[in-house]
């Protein structure tokens, strides 16, 4: 599964795959694909710069990335404590009644939020690239539109690719004008945030809107038949997230988090705004019901409602709520139905496009090579 993109980046298979865990970031690159680690939840500098040193010893000098949320837009002199002091006491005094409606118990005293939202601030996100430089990461992507131009040129000083996620040709057109190496397409059927347009329409768009810019096709893909399919459409390579949920090297801590995903099915998740204050796709639960009800407050914008859940989040996952408890992910979860290691999935997902390959190659009267 070689494009002229894996090759660049001296990987065997153009499977990319993004992950908050390292060690399924590292198998991923073992595996020959290409690891690219989540930063968003590392608010502490070091936490990332072990993790990625943990990344270091456990990938074989093989190639992975790193992926972190920044706006494009600076905001100057604005800190945690001044966006705290945006939230409406309405919507506390929501989020406390919904708490309580559901016998969510209280942290112990002192105990703080397991989960916090701060990675989505840009000062903490130039504070993950300050760590991140420092280490031989080969791509840099964003999941929030086109980094600061010096952010991009920082990257490319360091020899570093640098994507972003798009979810309309509109979007595409911008990062490559904003100078990226790299377009994920990523469709609606995608876990996180996404945009309108499903994969199947929004890859070739991209591709052709900023060709010859590489373009990897992501959302709503868990299969070789899938992959297939996305570099059919144009794509260099795919880019997957959910499907990585379920494996063993996952760190999920809650088998009550596990077993919903391993039992939901394609129609379970929705694109809500309950997490962050932009629209994202995650297992429907009684949370995002419950957010998502014309009678409720309605949420706020990134980044209010991220701030104002984060406690509430870390107390359900804590306690391992059932009916509240939930985690992006994409459509693609019908069919995460079973535990494996990543290496497994890999192995899968490689054989599959090797079957597709040969199929199509049969329909168009081709023997296989």
Same mark, same amino acid.
Request: hydrophobic letters at 45%.
């Given at each position: 599964?070689?494009?002229? %993109?894996?090759?660049?980046?001296?990987?065997?298979?153009?499977?990319?795959?993004?992950?908050?865990?390292?060690?399924?970031?590292?198998?991923? *690159?073992?595996? $020959? $694909?290409?690891?690219?680690?989540?930063?968003?939840?590392?608010?502490?500098?070091?936490?990332?710069?072990?993790?990625?040193?943990?990344?270091?010893?456990?990938?074989?000098?093989?190639?992975?990335?790193?992926?972190?949320?920044?706006?494009? !837009?600076?905001?100057?002199?604005?800190?945690?404590?001044?966006?705290?002091?945006?939230?409406?006491?309405?919507?506390?005094?929501?989020? =406390?009644?919904?708490?309580?409606?559901?016998?969510?118990?209280?942290?112990?005293?002192?105990?703080?939020?397991?989960? =916090?939202?701060?990675?989505?601030?840009?000062?903490?996100?130039?504070?993950?690239?300050?760590?991140?430089?420092?280490?031989?990461?080969? %791509?840099?992507?964003?999941?929030?539109?086109?980094?600061?131009?010096?952010?991009?040129?920082?990257?490319?000083?360091?020899?570093?690719?640098?994507?972003?996620?798009?979810?309309?040709?509109?979007?595409?057109?911008?990062?490559?004008?904003?100078?990226?190496?790299?377009?994920? #397409?990523?469709?609606?059927?995608?876990?996180?945030?996404?945009?309108?347009?499903?994969?199947?329409?929004?890859?070739?768009?991209?591709?052709?809107?900023?060709?010859?810019?590489?373009?990897?096709?992501?959302?709503?893909? $868990?299969?070789?038949?899938?992959?297939?399919?996305?570099?059919?459409?144009?794509?260099?390579?795919?880019?997957?997230?959910?499907?990585?949920?379920?494996? *063993?090297?996952?760190?999920?801590?809650? =088998?009550?988090?596990?077993? !919903?995903?391993?039992?939901?099915?394609?129609?379970?998740?929705?694109?809500? =705004?309950?997490?962050?204050?932009?629209? #994202?796709?995650?297992?429907?639960?009684?949370?995002?019901?419950?957010?998502?009800?014309?009678?409720?407050?309605?949420?706020?914008?990134?980044?209010?409602?991220?701030?104002?859940?984060?406690?509430?989040?870390?107390?359900?996952?804590?306690?391992?709520?059932?009916?509240?408890?939930?985690?992006?992910?994409?459509?693609?979860?019908?069919?995460?139905?079973?535990?494996?290691?990543?290496?497994?999935?890999?192995?899968?997902? *490689?054989?599959?496009?090797? !079957?597709?390959?040969?199929?199509?190659?049969?329909?168009?009267?081709?023997?296989?090579?």
């Amino acid at each position: 599964m070689k494009t002229e %993109l894996s090759q660049k980046l001296g990987i065997e298979h153009a499977i990319f795959g993004f992950t908050p865990f390292p060690a399924v970031a590292a198998a991923l *690159t073992r595996a $020959g $694909g290409f690891g690219v680690l989540g930063a968003v939840r590392y608010t502490a500098p070091d936490d990332l710069a072990r993790d990625l040193d943990w990344m270091q010893d456990h990938t074989d000098g093989l190639p992975y990335g790193l992926d972190v949320v920044m706006p494009a !837009k600076r905001v100057e002199g604005v800190s945690e404590t001044d966006v705290e002091a945006m939230i409406p006491e309405g919507h506390r005094e929501f989020v =406390r009644a919904t708490l309580a409606k559901h016998g969510v118990p209280e942290l112990a005293e002192g105990e703080a939020s397991g989960w =916090r939202i701060t990675g989505w601030m840009e000062q903490v996100a130039r504070g993950q690239l300050d760590v991140a430089f420092d280490y031989p990461v080969k %791509l840099l992507a964003n999941a929030l539109g086109s980094p600061p131009a010096d952010v991009v040129a920082r990257a490319h000083d360091h020899d570093v690719l640098v994507a972003a996620l798009a979810g309309s040709a509109r979007h595409a057109r911008h990062h490559a004008e904003a100078g990226l190496d790299i377009v994920v #397409a990523q469709g609606y059927e995608a876990g996180g945030h996404t945009g309108e347009i499903a994969s199947m329409v929004l890859t070739p768009e991209v591709v052709d809107a900023v060709s010859p810019l590489p373009v990897l096709a992501a959302g709503g893909i $868990g299969s070789g038949e899938q992959i297939a399919a996305g570099l059919a459409l144009g794509a260099q390579g795919v880019w997957l997230g959910s499907i990585w949920l379920t494996t *063993t090297e996952a760190e999920l801590h809650s =088998r009550a988090l596990t077993a !919903k995903l391993l039992a939901a099915g394609s129609g379970d998740t929705v694109r809500s =705004r309950a997490l962050t204050g932009k629209p #994202a796709r995650q297992l429907r639960t009684r949370w995002t019901d419950a957010w998502d009800d014309p009678d409720g407050p309605g949420t706020l914008p990134m980044p209010l409602q991220g701030l104002l859940v984060a406690e509430a989040v870390s107390r359900i996952q804590k306690y391992e709520v059932e009916p509240l408890l939930g985690t992006p992910v994409g459509q693609i979860v019908g069919r995460m139905n079973s535990e494996r290691s990543v290496q497994q999935v890999f192995d899968e997902l *490689t054989r599959g496009f090797e !079957k597709t390959v040969d199929r199509v190659n049969r329909i168009a009267g081709r023997s296989a090579s």
